[in-house]
Every structure is written in structure tokens, then in C-alpha cells.
């Protein structure tokens, strides 16, 4: 039976009616690993062994009658940014090669309790610090709809792993798009949650006040089911929220009728090609038909969210990646001299973007420079927030692109930083306003690449972006396409 064609809850149902075993899934999807990762290098570490072993486990329990948890067999790949017990968990850098964690991340717990399965860890930009996943260290994933272009990133190799076939699902972390970039570039489905509302314990930090773990899968339907796992409050976490989550497919069939869906007109018309305005204004023909009423809005500091962003965001990596000195559980450069020791360590296995990043932020945060820079761009942030705060007062959720382009060539923004930080410039506002954002395929270009539509909205607000969502996606049949 080919699996590659189904969707994470047709696989479930199938598990659940015992019409296809857990063994015979996982090793389906390992089988496609084993076929495709060679080529498009999405997974950095497979777990054949014990993956096999836990699907035994689950067909079992299942044929005695004992309980399973909601999740029950599926196979899951997970970012390597995100810890796993006794499985290797790089970050995408050499400095944690040979890192294995000795616990779980809280969200990787609450799948193994639903008896999700861990197939593997997924290939990702160093630290998640980039947009492309053209890791230098590991090796550059490919985009399965074209090989000559990126997966984006920094979760490029989940995105990658569900175009392709070689996962169902995925789990990814966004810090300023890097779930709904690639998603928009694989031509998937990935959710940035609101801040707080998974929770961020295990997950190898970037920017602490704007990271958040989320869903990746090829349905709005797929991701409620995941998210239903993954969220909720952990005490754990400093910055986990105590707003109840919900069962999030359940809810997802409601109308939207009387939906107002805010437009900023701004974001449509500037700077997008002519295909991507395009599917965007179909999208927003289709939620008319369906009840909803299209509001024009105005964002007007949105313009600087890009350099607001690349100036908390490198001060925060600045503070987070200090404790990478080789003299915990790093990788070390030996020198006779500590101090030698320290720099080199870090000269040697901290490639050069991330670099980049600590000198920017070490810059920034610095006597005389903390006012002019971080201050001024948190002032930005709190502008930006305002802004959504305004808007979402008249709307009840926000429609525009996700990116400005379809995925780019290979080494085309590699060597220019400016032009890979300006792919983040319609996402990363809702991670300096710490707000839910879902991207989703609305179309394809002229050269077969997915185009990708966000849908925000207000904090906690999850819900009403997935029946959006999954109204489109009901109407449509994009989100059923699979590269060749």
C-alpha cells in the first residue's frame, strides 16, 4: 500500500481500525527515507531500531484491547533543535555534532505519552539562524518540488521530509518564520502558535522571547491533531501560558460565516509578483463565498519589523549561545591557554552566520549602543504589537503572503544576508508580537512552485485560524498536490 498519498488522520483512522498495523506504517516511511534522504538529506539521524520497537509496542497493546494514547502509531519526525532522549540533537552545528541529550523536550514527552513514534531528527539551518537550510556543516537539503531550490528554513528539512512522503507529520520551530517559510516553499501546512502556548522546554534556544515549537504536516486537519498534543501549560517553562488549549480538530468544521478577514492592501500589491497576488486575491474570493466579509487594514510600522527583529534577535542569540564555551557539553578546540581555548571553541564550530549574529548583538547590547539599538528596536516591537492590537479590534483574522517569493535557487541569497533576512519580512512580525500565525498552499507559479498564504490572528486564537484554514483547503485541492 503506498502511504505517501495519505494524510496523518487517514493513516490514523487506518491504524485505529487495525486495517494497517504500526509496523507495517513505520516501516513504510522508513523504507521512503531510506529512498529519498540520500538525495534531498532532510533527516540527519534515523532511528529505524527503536521506532520499529515502539510500533511492536503499539500493535500489540492494540490487539490485547489495552488503552493507546490519540496518536497511536503514527510516525513523527522532529526538528534537531529539539531535544530527544539518547538521540543525538545537533542544532545543525558542529559545536553539538555529538550531543545526546540525557532527557526529552516537554512537547516530544507529551507525543510519546499520545504514542506518537519518532522516526528522526531533521536537517535545519545552524541554531536556526537562516532561511534556506543550506547548512555548510551537514550539508543542504533540497526542496522536493525542485532540487535546484531550497526547502527554506530553519525548519527546511521537516518541510522537506512531509513534501516528499518521508513523514506524516513534523514538529518545527518558528523564531521569525521558520515553520511557514518552509511550509510556503514545500507547499505544506505549518502553525506558529501563540507565544507560550506549546511549551518551549528542550528546545535548544535561539531568541528565548520569540521562539515557539509548532505543527507541520500537509493538512490544516493534520496540524490541529498534532497541536492538540503538544499544547498546554508547563510548569517547566518560564514562558509557558496558562490559557486552557483545546481539542483543535474537533472544532474545525465550523462555518466562518461572519468571519471578518482583515487585508492590508500594502502587503498585497507591493513587492509580490504577479502570481502570488494573484492566488492571494482568489483566496480571497473563496472565503467571500463562504460568508466571510474582506475589511481593509493598515499595519503601518510593519515596515520595520524586519530590522527590529534582526536587532532582538541577534541580541538574544548573543546571550543564549555564551554558555557554548567547550567547557560543559560543547565540542572544544584544545589549546594550552583557557582563554585561547574559549575563542577558538567558538571560531571553530560556530559557523559564519552565526557568528554574524553574536558580533551584531554583542554589538548592540554594548555600553553606549544598548539605547540606540535594542532599546529603539523593542520600542519598534511594542509599535508593531500596537498595530495588531488596533486591527484586531475590526478583524478577526489577517490574510496575506507568506513570503514575497516562491522558493529561491540554491546559493542565490547564500552570500548576500540582507537578501535571506528580507524573506522573513512578512513573517516575522507575528513573532516580535508573539501572535498565532498558519501558512498554507493557495496556488503554484508558472515554474510548478507552491505559493504560500498566512492567516494571523489574535493571541490564542488557534482555533479560528484552523477553521479558516480548513475551509480553504475544503474548497480547494492545493494542499493535495505532491511533487513528482
Not at 2 to 12: E, K, R, V
Not at 259 to 266: H, K, L, S, T, W
Not at 294 to 306: C, G, K
Request: net charge negative; proline share 5%.
Amino acid at each position: 500500500m503506498d502511504l505517501s498519498s495519505f494524510n496523518a488522520c487517514q493513516l490514523l483512522d487506518a491504524l485505529e481500525s487495525q486495517q494497517l498495523s504500526a509496523e507495517d506504517c513505520v516501516r513504510f516511511f522508513l523504507k521512503q527515507i531510506a529512498n529519498q534522504n540520500a538525495t534531498l538529506n532532510a533527516f540527519y539521524t534515523v532511528v529505524e531500531e527503536s521506532a520499529m520497537a515502539s510500533a511492536k509496542s503499539v500493535d500489540q497493546r492494540r490487539k490485547k484491547g489495552l488503552p493507546v494514547g490519540p496518536l497511536a502509531g503514527l510516525p513523527i519526525a522532529v526538528k534537531d533543535g529539539i531535544c530527544t532522549h539518547n538521540v543525538r540533537t545537533t542544532a545543525g552545528s558542529p559545536m553539538l555534532e555529538n550531543y545526546v541529550p540525557f532527557y526529552n523536550a516537554t512537547v516530544v514527552e507529551r507525543l510519546w505519552e499520545a504514542d506518537a513514534i519518532l522516526i528522526g531528527k531533521t536537517s535545519m539551518d545552524e541554531f536556526g539562524m537562516g532561511s534556506s537550510t543550506e547548512n555548510p556543516h551537514f550539508g543542504g537539503t533540497l526542496n522536493p518540488w525542485d532540487h535546484q531550490r531550497v526547502p527554506g528554513g530553519s525548519s527546511g528539512g521537516s518541510a522537506a521530509a512531509i513534501a516528499a512522503g518521508m513523514a506524516p507529520i513534523a514538529l518545527g520551530s518558528d523564531t521569525g518564520g521558520s515553520i511557514r517559510q518552509p511550509a510556503a516553499f514545500c507547499g505544506i501546512t505549518g502553525l506558529k502558535p501563540t507565544y507560550g502556548r506549546v511549551s518551549r522546554y528542550g528546545l535548544i534556544a535561539y531568541a528565548s522571547s520569540l521562539e515557539q515549537i509548532g505543527p507541520m504536516a500537509k493538512t490544516v486537519e493534520d496540524t490541529a491533531l498534532l497541536l492538540s498534543s503538544c499544547a498546554g501549560h508547563d510548569p517547566r517553562d518560564s514562558t509557558s501560558a496558562t490559557e486552557p488549549s483545546e481539542d483543535y480538530r474537533a472544532g474545525i468544521n465550523r462555518p466562518i460565516e461572519g468571519f471578518r478577514i482583515g487585508v492590508c492592501r500594502d502587503h498585497l500589491e507591493n513587492g509580490l509578483s504577479v502570481e502570488i497576488t494573484s492566488a492571494l486575491k482568489q483566496a480571497i474570493d473563496i472565503f467571500e463565498s463562504a460568508g466571510a466579509q474582506i475589511v481593509d487594514i493598515e499595519l503601518p510600522n510593519s515596515s520595520n519589523a524586519v530590522a527590529a527583529y534582526y536587532v532582538i534577535a541577534p541580541c538574544e542569540a548573543s546571550a543564549n549561545l555564551s554558555r557554548y564555551d567547550g567547557v560543559r557539553y560543547t565540542e572544544r578546540a584544545p589549546t594550552d591557554n583557557l582563554d585561547q581555548m574559549y575563542s577558538k571553541t567558538r571560531a571553530d564550530f560556530f559557523g559564519d552566520e552565526v557568528q554574524r549574529r553574536i558580533l551584531l548583538g554583542t554589538f548592540a547590547l554594548s555600553s553606549g549602543y544598548y539605547d540606540q539599538y535594542y532599546l529603539q528596536a523593542s520600542k519598534v516591537r511594542r509599535l508593531i504589537q500596537q498595530d495588531f492590537e488596533t486591527a484586531f479590534n475590526g478583524v478577526d483574522l489577517i490574510l496575506g503572503p507568506t513570503t514575497p517569493t516562491t522558493a529561491f535557487k540554491i546559493n542565490q541569497c547564500r552570500q548576500d544576508p540582507l537578501s535571506m533576512y528580507l524573506a522573513d519580512v512578512y513573517t516575522v512580525s507575528a513573532n516580535l508580537a508573539g501572535l498565532p500565525a498558519l501558512s498554507l498552499n493557495c496556488g503554484f507559479d508558472p515554474s510548478g512552485l507552491p505559493i504560500g498564504m498566512q492567516l494571523q490572528g489574535p493571541r490564542f486564537k488557534e482555533s479560528s485560524l484552523l477553521r479558516a484554514g480548513h475551509l480553504f483547503q475544503s474548497q480547494t485541492d492545493f494542499h493535495n498536490r505532491r511533487p513528482a
